[in-house]
């Protein structure tokens, strides 16, 4: 069994910062990608940066310079540092892992059960 936990979400005024973390747990053999995904109302999920086990990220053009992820791969953890938030920036953040359970699994997707963020203007 894997899970994946979020936290840091919440409620914060425009131009404010936001700490969102996931902690990857359960027999895991590795981790590929790991990233954030977000789904606003009315709207389809949508990437929102993504890294590597090679710690190499990629952003999704509508946070690039505000946004930045890391991970600690020892903690099997995904970080996202979320800074001069806007209110279009409103949306349910979901972690996502890529990765293997033991060495004979094939690799899969998980996700994690999202967290709010909520932006004021």
């Known amino acids: 069994q894997v899970q994946l936990v979020e936290s840091g979400g919440g409620l914060v005024q425009a131009g404010g910062s936001l700490r969102l973390s996931c902690a990857a747990s359960g027999t895991i053999f590795s981790i590929n990608g790991m990233g954030w995904y977000r789904q606003a109302p009315g709207k389809q999920r949508e990437l929102v940066a993504v890294?590597?086990?090679?710690?190499?990220?990629n952003y999704a053009d509508s946070v690039k310079g505000r946004f930045t992820i890391s991970r600690d791969n020892a903690k099997n953890t995904v970080y996202l540092q979320m800074n001069s938030l806007k209110p279009e920036d409103t949306a349910v953040y979901y972690c996502?892992?890529?990765?293997?359970?033991?060495?004979?699994?094939?690799?899969?997707?998980?996700w994690g059960q999202g967290t709010q963020v909520t932006v004021s203007s």
């Open positions: 996502y892992a890529k990765l293997r359970r033991t060495y004979y699994d094939a690799t899969y997707d998980y």
């Open positions: 890294i590597n086990s090679g710690g190499a990220p």
